[in-house]
């Protein structure tokens, strides 16, 4: 070994090690960060709140590629952190997640190995005996209903808290074109909107089924619209939400903004926009909870309610929040954390 | 751990020098400047330091623009770097750049400079890292992270102090768009600010042998 090549040993062993650390927290107020390295992909999860509590909540961010950095605010680490711990896994290609040329494992099957690994991990440094719960948002929600149409998979959670998710991608196209079509229907009677509510109701009047890849995504960026148009729902200033929490919460920003560009610009989208598990649901027989906002047009209520009715999950609740569209938990999060606070402590 | 990688790269740094010692025997010959600098991404430290050497002679007048009674000096370098910073729960970075330099210094000592270059990075990942084979067994893999292609550019402003008041050090605030490539096969772009001091034992050499 050369000079040089024992000075770059030096630091690595001196500089680095030090921030990769195991540190392991049984508090009431833990914070911590791991990577799971699967696949090609360095996969961050960060654990907050109370890990004494021995109770799991991992959240299952949407997307994809949107990282599960801003599901972690303040209320929810006041509200739920302080009774159990929560897991914010940022998937891969996603927030915090690195790696080299992995693009060609971006695929749903892989995604669900890597949430069955990460559970493993987690199992692992906080114990087998702890009580584990997934919340699966919007597309989230899609890698959820995978998770646990597969029998052997869901034996490892305690419980489902479903918010706004999609399990069915061409139901899903189909049910928020109905949905734009009566509400904005109804809002041009009203005489509300009615410039913006024309060309959406335009296009589902074009566009009325088989969708093709370019109409879903249409769909999906007509609901985002649809959604603003209405007064009842609570309005959420994404801008504000960064800088409120780059700084404190250390946002990778410029690595979050390439993941997001990479996976919403993938052809795993177009896997996706077929992707259904309507027809495996009935293998799901862990309690399950169902949290959707009443103005959500991107995933509607009525996705819930199919999910609901096909699982075989004799202890299973749905709930609807009156001013929420799809983001429940920065809409309405008292109601939010209040549902899934009494679900968990229920099933623990 | 912050102040541990300062020291190693100060170390480094004084390393760099004292291995310069013998070569400078006839400084008029051989001509460098030493930088240490802070580097920061927004609120995240690092350092860098960094060794540049003239393409063409400075004290030839080659490049000198004659403009409004104003002199511009020109100047073409080449430079090599140790950079690292540190961002908490996401990786700390340790990589070397190769950079093309074009400066620019006015009679005032005003300095500008644009700077371009090939590199290499290594991560080490901010967390402990695990791994699962097959059969369930956990692991921790050690110094995990990855290596990536790097290409940096920069554009920067500063003050050459041997101008004016004749000592051989210049400041300089520079800011790099560091490029990282293939970053789960796409590029990751990261701004970096670098806020240091450069150091032209040279000058002082010279400047003696002429008194």
Same mark, same amino acid.
């Given at each position: 070994?050369?000079?040089?090549?024992?000075?770059?040993?030096?630091?690595?062993?001196?500089?680095?090690?030090?921030?990769?650390?195991?540190?392991?927290?049984?508090?009431?107020?833990?914070?911590?960060?791991?990577?799971?390295?699967?696949?090609?992909?360095?996969?961050?999860?960060?654990?907050?709140?109370?890990?004494?509590?021995?109770?799991?909540? /991992?959240?299952?961010?949407?997307?994809?590629?949107?990282?599960?950095?801003?599901?972690?605010?303040?209320?929810?680490?006041?509200?739920?952190?302080?009774?159990?711990?929560?897991?914010?896994?940022?998937?891969?290609?996603?927030?915090?997640?690195?790696?080299?040329?992995?693009?060609?494992?971006?695929?749903?099957?892989?995604?669900?190995?890597?949430?069955?690994?990460?559970?493993?991990?987690?199992?692992?440094?906080?114990?087998?005996?702890?009580?584990?719960?997934?919340?699966?948002?919007?597309?989230?929600?899609?890698?959820?209903?995978?998770?646990?149409?597969?029998?052997?998979?869901?034996?490892?959670?305690?419980?489902?808290?479903?918010?706004?998710?999609?399990?069915?991608?061409?139901?899903?196209?189909?049910?928020?074109?109905?949905?734009?079509?009566?509400?904005?229907?109804?809002?041009?009677?009203?005489?509300?909107?009615?410039?913006?509510?024309?060309?959406?109701?335009?296009?589902?009047?074009?566009?009325?089924?088989?969708?093709?890849?370019?109409?879903?995504?249409?769909?999906?960026?007509?609901?985002?619209?649809?959604?603003?148009?209405?007064?009842?729902?609570?309005?959420?200033?994404?801008?504000?939400?960064?800088?409120?929490?780059?700084?404190?919460?250390?946002?990778?920003?410029?690595?979050?903004?390439?993941?997001?560009?990479?996976?919403?610009?993938?052809?795993?989208?177009?896997?996706?926009?077929?992707?259904?598990?309507?027809?495996?649901?009935?293998?799901?027989?862990?309690?399950? /909870?169902?949290?959707?906002?009443?103005?959500?047009?991107?995933?509607?209520?009525?996705?819930?309610?199919?999910?609901?009715?096909?699982?075989?999950?004799?202890?299973?609740?749905?709930?609807?929040?009156?001013?929420?569209?799809?983001?429940?938990?920065?809409?309405?999060?008292?109601?939010?954390?209040?549902?899934?606070?009494?679900?968990?402590?229920?099933?623990? | 751990?912050?102040?541990?990688?300062?020291?190693?790269?100060?170390?480094?740094?004084?390393?760099?020098?004292?291995?310069?010692?013998?070569?400078?025997?006839?400084?008029?010959?051989?001509?460098?400047?030493?930088?240490?600098?802070?580097?920061?991404?927004?609120?995240?430290?690092?350092?860098?330091?960094?060794?540049?050497?003239?393409?063409?002679?400075?004290?030839?007048?080659?490049?000198?623009?004659?403009?409004?009674?104003?002199?511009?000096?020109?100047?073409?370098?080449?430079?090599?770097?140790?950079?690292?910073?540190?961002?908490?729960?996401?990786?700390?970075?340790?990589?070397?750049?190769?950079?093309?330099?074009?400066?620019?210094?006015?009679?005032?000592?005003?300095?500008?400079?644009?700077?371009?270059?090939?590199?290499?990075?290594?991560?080490?990942?901010?967390?402990?890292?695990?791994?699962?084979?097959?059969?369930?067994?956990?692991?921790?893999?050690?110094?995990?992270?990855?290596?990536?292609? /790097?290409?940096?550019?920069?554009?920067? /402003?500063?003050?050459?102090?041997?101008?004016?008041?004749?000592?051989?050090?210049?400041?300089?605030?520079?800011?790099?768009?560091?490029?990282?490539?293939?970053?789960?096969?796409?590029?990751?772009?990261?701004?970096?600010?670098?806020?240091?001091?450069?150091?032209?034992?040279?000058?002082?050499?010279?400047?003696?042998?002429?008194?």
């Amino acid at each position: 070994m050369n000079k040089m090549q024992k000075i770059l040993m030096l630091i690595m062993v001196l500089l680095f090690p030090g921030c990769q650390k195991e540190k392991i927290t049984f508090s009431d107020n833990a914070s911590e960060v791991f990577f799971v390295e699967n696949a090609g992909a360095a996969m961050r999860v960060m654990v907050q709140g109370n890990t004494a509590s021995k109770t799991f909540i /991992l959240i299952i961010h949407g997307g994809p590629g949107v990282g599960a950095y801003f599901y972690d605010t303040k209320y929810i680490r006041q509200n739920i952190g302080d009774k159990f711990a929560l897991v914010y896994w940022d998937q891969r290609n996603a927030g915090a997640s690195q790696g080299t040329n992995n693009g060609g494992n971006l695929h749903l099957d892989q995604m669900v190995e890597d949430l069955k690994k990460v559970i493993e991990v987690l199992k692992f440094r906080y114990g087998s005996d702890m009580s584990l719960f997934l919340m699966g948002h919007s597309f989230g929600g899609l890698i959820a209903a995978d998770f646990v149409s597969r029998s052997d998979y869901q034996n490892m959670i305690q419980g489902l808290i479903n918010v706004d998710g999609s399990h069915n991608y061409p139901l899903n196209d189909t049910l928020t074109r109905e949905k734009m079509l009566s509400v904005g229907q109804y809002e041009v009677s009203q005489n509300r909107n009615i410039d913006k509510w024309q060309p959406i109701i335009n296009y589902c009047l074009v566009h009325k089924g088989n969708f093709s890849f370019e109409e879903s995504q249409q769909l999906e960026t007509y609901s985002a619209d649809a959604e603003d148009l209405m007064d009842s729902v609570i309005h959420v200033n994404y801008v504000k939400k960064v800088l409120e929490y780059a700084v404190t919460d250390k946002y990778p920003l410029s690595a979050m903004l390439s993941n997001l560009l990479y996976s919403e610009d993938s052809n795993f989208n177009k896997e996706l926009a077929v992707t259904q598990f309507s027809s495996t649901l009935y293998k799901v027989k862990i309690p399950v /909870l169902l949290l959707w906002g009443k103005y959500d047009f991107t995933c509607p209520s009525a996705l819930g309610e199919d999910f609901y009715n096909r699982i075989s999950s004799t202890d299973k609740k749905m709930v609807i929040s009156p001013v929420s569209g799809h983001v429940m938990f920065l809409q309405d999060k008292e109601f939010f954390c209040k549902q899934i606070d009494a679900f968990v402590e229920a099933h623990r | 751990m912050i102040k541990t990688g300062i020291f190693i790269l100060t170390f480094l740094g004084c390393t760099l020098c004292q291995a310069q010692n013998d070569s400078i025997g006839n400084i008029s010959d051989f001509k460098y400047n030493l930088k240490l600098a802070y580097l920061s991404t927004l609120i995240y430290p690092g350092a860098s330091i960094g060794i540049e050497f003239p393409l063409q002679k400075l004290n030839s007048g080659m490049g000198e623009i004659h403009k409004k009674n104003r002199s511009i000096y020109k100047s073409r370098l080449i430079s090599g770097n140790l950079n690292w910073y540190h961002h908490p729960d996401f990786h700390d970075n340790l990589y070397v750049t190769a950079e093309w330099v074009m400066r620019r210094t006015n009679s005032n000592g005003f300095i500008s400079e644009f700077s371009v270059g090939p590199g290499f990075s290594r991560t080490f990942l901010g967390g402990t890292t695990y791994r699962i084979n097959e059969s369930g067994d956990v692991s921790i893999v050690s110094l995990a992270g990855y290596n990536y292609a /790097l290409l940096t550019i920069g554009y920067g /402003l500063g003050i050459d102090f041997s101008v004016k008041k004749k000592m051989p050090y210049s400041a300089v605030a520079k800011m790099n768009l560091i490029s990282m490539v293939p970053y789960n096969s796409i590029v990751y772009i990261r701004p970096v600010l670098e806020i240091g001091l450069r150091y032209s034992p040279w000058k002082c050499k010279t400047r003696s042998t002429n008194e």
